[in-house]
């Protein structure tokens, strides 16, 4: 049987006069685009812009939420309640929604982006409410999360589709979650070692913790960032090493 994968990005966080990524030549290479909804990053018109780019590429349209934070790109935690929340997440479905619906796109799945995506990592209940809020907003979205961690579980225990999300660009800790990018060695800068592991985790299931422990990994979609030094060079490399070994990408 052919192995499959889809190839994400999170793309669309450029906003007024910054400009942030490649989107434009980043996205004809993946399945799969994640775009900032306004709160982290983001704008109407760079979100208009973005998705017409997926509309012609054909790839699968993915909301990005975040935490309302553009000055920290949504990547400081904030402490809100349940209704905060829920609220939030469905606002930028909302916008992201309407404007799709406008060009004549649909949407795919949903992302939750930085502080808020890895807030999921040990908060049950925020996996939660997050997953309750896509149901309630489209319960035919898939619902994209850490492989093997809460918001995936808490997707599938509310009935939704969920994609278990790896990353070649980030170690691990031993429990499966993400290095804080506070620590040394959190990024994986080196394309080859990085390609290495993603053809490791979708052929054994399997990747190396940052102790150099081997912990078991379900990779459903291989996530590259859009705004990373290496990313175009990265989803080259990644793209011909997947067809070498006869792995078909393919749209969540």
Do not use: W
Request: hydrophobic share 40%.
């Amino acid at each position: 049987m052919t192995l499959t994968i889809d190839l994400n990005a999170d793309l669309g966080e450029s906003f007024g006069n910054y400009t942030i990524g490649n989107d434009d030549k980043i996205i004809p290479l993946i399945s799969s685009a994640n775009v900032a909804c306004g709160f982290h990053a983001s704008d109407p018109k760079v979100m208009l812009e973005t998705v017409k780019l997926i509309k012609e590429s054909g790839a699968g349209l993915g909301a990005h939420p975040g935490f309302p934070d553009k000055e920290g790109f949504g990547r400081r935690y904030m402490d809100c309640t349940d209704e905060e929340i829920y609220s939030m997440v469905l606002y930028q479905l909302s916008a992201l929604d309407g404007i799709a619906r406008t060009v004549g796109v649909e949407m795919n799945h949903v992302k939750p982006h930085g502080a808020l995506y890895n807030a999921t990592f040990t908060d049950k209940n925020l996996a939660r409410v997050i997953a309750q809020a896509v149901k309630d907003f489209n319960p035919n979205l898939k619902l994209m999360g850490l492989s093997e961690n809460n918001l995936v579980k808490a997707g599938e225990e509310i009935g939704l589709q969920v994609v278990h999300e790896v990353f070649l660009d980030r170690a691990y800790e031993n429990d499966g979650t993400l290095v804080s990018r506070r620590k040394e060695g959190a990024m994986i800068t080196d394309s080859k070692l990085a390609v290495e592991r993603g053809i490791r985790m979708l052929t054994e299931g399997k990747v190396e913790a940052i102790d150099g422990t081997d912990i078991d990994i379900k990779a459903d979609s291989i996530c590259v960032h859009g705004d990373g030094e290496k990313a175009l060079q990265f989803l080259r490399e990644i793209k011909s090493a997947l067809e070498a070994k006869g792995i078909e990408i393919q749209t969540m």
